[in-house]
């Protein structure tokens, strides 16, 4: 009887443990989330890649692909854990960093800027009867786009801001997610360029607009209006 107790009372032991490192590891990593510093924005004329990459196993790969001159730093952006890769002068190389960092690391990123010189802030629109933080309004099954380019725009809560986007890019606006996080949809295009002229207007406008690859993206709604 009493080896089999003790046989007991040791793997009891072991499952506690386990139980024990498991709760720790995690309260390791929120805390260590919780610890990170609020990624920085772009310089003026500047094209940054935000990759999310939320563990270390992440963040490990990513580096070990990069090149040491690649400026790469740990940051939190909103509720995510993301590495910062700053540096690029041109969009065409940002782009370029990105379909790499995915075909060879596998992680997702997103490309935001900041015009340089004087930026024109987006216009403020006319008010209208609606409610406030009301949703924009529309039907449509949900479906991911597919191959070739999104651009989308963080509305920040304030659906009111799609009749300015619509103004800027003279189109349609959808409804779209991305990372988990709902966007407006400014434009989806297999054209590279037209793609990157979009988010250029939508930037220098004051809008903070980011190009992704259109197979990460849920489209929500295809047009939607406020």
């Not at 070990?64 to 540096?87: F, H």
């Not at 403020?124 to 609606?130: D, E, K, L, M, N």
Request: charged share 15%.
């Amino acid at each position: 009887m009493r080896p089999n107790l003790l046989q007991k009372f040791d793997a009891l032991s072991s499952v506690l443990a386990l139980t024990t490192a498991s709760l720790i590891g995690s309260m390791t990593s929120v805390t260590a989330q919780q610890n990170l510093p609020v990624c920085q924005p772009p310089r003026p004329g500047e094209y940054l890649l935000l990759v999310v990459s939320p563990t270390a196993n992440n963040q490990k790969q990513l580096r070990s692909a990069l090149p040491n001159e690649i400026q790469a730093t740990t940051c939190r952006y909103l509720t995510d854990t993301v590495t910062r890769i700053g540096g690029f002068n041109r969009i065409d190389d940002a782009n370029r960093w990105a379909r790499y960092i995915d075909n060879i690391v596998g992680l997702s990123a997103i490309i935001t800027t900041r015009p340089g010189g004087n930026v024109t802030q987006a216009p403020t629109p006319p008010p209208v009867q609606a409610p406030q933080n009301q949703p924009p309004t529309i039907s449509f099954n949900p479906q991911v786009l597919g191959d070739g380019y999104a651009v989308l725009v963080d509305y920040f809560n304030k659906p009111e801001l799609v009749n300015s986007v619509q103004q800027v890019v003279g189109g349609n606006i959808g409804f779209a997610s991305y990372g988990q996080r709902p966007y407006l949809l400014a434009i989806y295009t297999g054209n590279r360029q037209e793609a990157y002229n979009t988010l250029q207007r939508l930037n220098e406008r004051g809008f903070f607009a980011v190009l992704v690859d259109g197979s990460k993206v849920m489209l929500l709604r295809s047009s939607v209006r406020f």
